[in-house]
Nanobody, 124 residues
Framework: QVQLVESGGGLVQAGGSLRLSCAASGRTFSRYVMGWFRQAPGNERELVAAISWSGGVTYYTDSVKGRFAVSRDNAKNTVYLQMNSLKPEDTAVYYC?????????????????WGQGTQVTVSS
């Protein structure tokens, strides 16, 4: 069982930055692929970024490439999402999720555990 708690969301102006954190419970954190998803009102939940067990492999959706960076610290059981050059269209609830497999999959049903979400609002 893994429990995930996100933090770091908030209100920021366009062009600004935020760093999201996701703290995980459990001793096997290093064996989980971690993903950051987001969901805006009226939209489906989409994968924004994902990171492999070791952190050596990452995935980004096209709209955030070059602006967002995902990282993890297995010693601290924490995964991060650094978001730079934020745009109003980045506004959403951001969720972290964990899956016990090794592949960086994009669909929500592949992930076993979810956090409660943190709101990110980017004003223009």
């Amino acid at each position: 069982q893994v429990q995930l708690v996100e933090s770091g969301g908030g209100l920021v102006q366009a062009g600004g930055s935020l760093r999201l954190s996701c703290a995980a419970s459990g001793r096997t954190f290093s064996r989980y692929v971690m993903g950051w998803f987001r969901q805006a009102p009226g939209n489906e939940r989409e994968l924004v970024a994902a990171i492999s067990w070791s952190g050596g492999v990452t995935y980004y959706t096209d709209s955030v490439k070059g602006r967002f960076a995902v990282s993890r610290d297995n010693a601290k059981n924490t995964v991060y999402l650094q978001m730079n050059s934020l745009k109003p269209e980045d506004t959403a609830v951001y969720y972290c999720a964990a899956r016990s497999g090794s592949s960086l999959l994009r669909y929500t049903s592949a992930y076993d555990y979810w956090g409660q979400g943190t709101q990110v609002t980017v004003s223009s």
